[in-house]
């Protein structure tokens, strides 16, 4: 199939799928645009860069360090749009504030460490976009209908991104692949420009797709069910083709791992009330398999790799060997830039990550930052496990990703910048109880005033619950 021919057949089919969305949900809020359009640039390429692969002239709009104006011009218009529906919505900062102390805790250290960075309007404009990351994960959550809000932002952003990365990957090669400068082998990246970030969007959408099947397998009054099954299938199916194309070992182990809470959350075999227990429980196994039978060594030849990870545990040495600000690091998103930079690829480590998420936060917010960040996750994953009673399938699909991206962040830095795995933690740690399960009609009352509309309670899960699902 010629190449123009193959690109009008994607995007009909891109066109037809969006258009069946929006008729299964007509009452959708429009602005569930925002997240989607959010969600389709962090997992594919910046706006200068499409408008590269649309045929305009490269630095048109001007060379920056932080990308092109028009980069920073789109992700400053979808932050303040964001901040404008919150704000119709009835959203309240202090409520926020005290439903995520550790996580405002956080943001605030984050841009207290602009101070001592050695550029800090470079650190400053960061920062700033990274607040793009909690809101829109508000925009989701505090939908009428927040399920809803998050199955149908992630279908329609992977209804464009993974047939785009196939279209690229088969019909336009100089776009969807690169090669090894030394031995020719291709790399494939998709709409992506690294096969890594390829990896990191199949995880992410492989792993919806494998919670949404099983939504969608339960929902036996759902009209079209079984149509709706066979494309969310279809979707996974195609996720996980485009993975093993990509060939990232980080992303297919996470991608395991997810899965497997997962489906281990709809056994009789796991409840959710003991889910402390039953982390330590696992941990416990995996320790004495590491001391009896070498497990992470095993799990790491598996994947085709090595115990170095690829000469990451040489990094991980040299870039701490670099540090000179153990307390407060170097400032926000400030590490790996000027002379460190440069003295890392004098030593043989030409990087702009330390490919580790744990080592790149300590590396620049230093041990105060690492610790407010842990602090954080172990938060997030006590606010996780009330979710798992009061609200299951909401639970299960937080309680999937955290593991995913905690694993994920081992040897891939992804707390920085616009990566979409920080994307996804702030989405499934965010607690907004104020706002969550209390919906606001669109039907206007007589004074014009939105009308509060609160849902029956939570259905409590217990055993009995558990061995149902």
């Known amino acids: 199939m010629p190449p123009p021919v193959a690109t009008l057949v994607t995007l009909c089919l891109c066109v037809y799928m969006l258009r069946r969305e929006e008729r299964l949900h007509s009452n959708a809020s429009s602005a569930l645009w925002l997240p989607v359009i959010w969600l389709f640039i962090i997992c594919s390429r910046l706006p200068g860069q499409w408008l590269v692969v649309l045929g305009f002239p490269a630095g048109i709009f001007g ?96 209804i464009l991104l993974l047939p785009l990365s196939i279209l690229f990957i088969k019909y336009y090669p100089g776009l969807g692949r690169s090669y090894d400068e030394w031995t020719g082998i291709p790399f494939y990246s998709g709409v992506t420009t690294m096969k890594n970030s390829l990896g990191s969007i199949c995880l992410i959408y492989a792993l919806f797709f494998c919670w949404d099947v099983l939504m969608v397998w339960r ?30 070992a980080t992303s297919l182990a996470c991608l395991v791992l997810g899965a497997a809470r997962i489906l281990a959350l709809g056994t009789c075999f796991v409840n959710p009330r003991y889910m402390g227990p039953t982390l330590i429980a696992v941990l416990i196994l995996a320790a004495i398999g590491e001391m009896g039978f070498n497990l992470r060594e095993n799990i790491i030849h598996m994947l085709g790799r090595n115990t170095t990870l690829t000469e ?69 994953y006590q606010k996780i496990c ?43 740690s965010i607690r907004c109880d104020a706002y969550r399960w209390r919906t606001f009609s669109r039907d206007r009352s007589s004074d014009g005033e939105p009308m509060e509309v609160f849902p029956p309670e939570p259905v409590p899960v217990g055993p009995a619950y558990v061995n149902a699902r």
């Open 63 to 158: 060379p920056s360090s932080e990308g092109t104006p028009i980069d920073a011009a789109i992700f400053l218009t979808l932050t303040l749009s964001g901040l404008r529906v919150l704000s119709r919505r009835g959203f309240c900062l202090a409520d926020f504030v005290r439903d995520n102390r550790c996580l405002t805790i956080f943001l605030v250290y984050c841009l207290l460490s602009v101070l001592w960075s050695d550029t800090p309007f470079v650190s400053l404009k960061r920062w700033i976009k990274i607040l793009g990351h909690p809101v829109m994960a508000l925009v989701i959550l505090t939908d009428p209908d927040p399920l809803q809000a998050l199955r149908l932002s992630f279908r329609k952003a992977a």
């Open 386 to 428: 009330a979710d798992l009673m009061n609200h299951f399938d909401l639970g299960r699909f937080e309680l999937a990703f955290l593991f995913a991206i905690l694993a994920y962040n081992y040897t891939e830095a992804a707390f920085k910048a616009t990566h979409p795995i920080w994307t996804m933690l702030f989405l499934v």
């Open 219 to 248: 929902a036996s009054d759902l009209k079209g069910r079984r149509t709706q099954l066979m494309v969310s299938a279809g979707f996974l199916f195609l996720a996980l083709y485009i993975l093993d194309l990509a060939q990232s």
């Open 312 to 380: 990451r545990t040489d990094l991980w040495a040299a870039v701490i060997s670099v540090q000179n600000n153990v307390i407060l690091g170097s400032g926000f998103e400030n590490f790996w830039s000027g002379e460190r930079s440069a003295l890392l690829a004098a030593m043989g480590f030409p990087f702009n990550q330390a490919h580790n998420g744990y080592i790149d936060t300590y590396l620049n917010l230093g041990a105060v930052g690492l610790l407010l960040l842990l602090a954080w996750i172990f938060v997030s």
